[in-house]
């Protein structure tokens, strides 16, 4: 795919996420797609696989939001494969923390699917408001 229907797939997902619908975006990311987190928080890591992306990142952070996670792209910058997206949330915590970080993803695209991101954040706002995360198992 050119750059331009990978940036054209990523805006639809964010566009929704914008309105705290994550739904789009997990279509979005591919089934052995590689997430990984910057820093040195109980969040930072490479979560392998989209079942581990959900299981062990998206639903515990659902877990700890108050609400949608309201997740909005400001800026989309696409050379090649790559798509890097500037991006910011507007959420609380359950424990009534503002969770407003600051992000930059890079995606690389295949196939029309999200298979690698990269995620640069205020980690010292992820280790301050989010507690580590509980995993969810499959049942």
């Excluded at 797609?33 to 392998?48: C, N």
Aim: proline fraction near 1%.
């Amino acid at each position: 795919m050119n750059v331009s229907a990978n940036k054209a797939i990523l805006a639809d997902a964010f566009s929704d996420t914008a309105l705290g619908d994550g739904r789009a975006f997990v279509r979005a990311l591919a089934d052995d797609v590689r997430w990984t987190i910057i820093g040195a928080t109980a969040w930072s890591r490479t979560y392998v696989g989209k079942a581990t992306v959900m299981a062990e990142l998206l639903g515990p952070l659902a877990d700890q939001l108050d609400g949608d996670n309201r997740i909005i792209a400001d800026r989309m910058i696409g050379e090649g494969d790559f798509v890097s997206i500037e991006g910011h949330g507007e959420n609380r915590t359950k424990t009534g923390n503002a969770y407003r970080n600051r992000y930059c993803w890079v995606i690389r695209m295949a196939d029309g699917k999200m298979a690698e991101i990269t995620e640069y954040a205020d980690t010292q706002l992820i280790a301050e408001a989010l507690d580590a995360p509980h995993f969810h198992t499959q049942g």
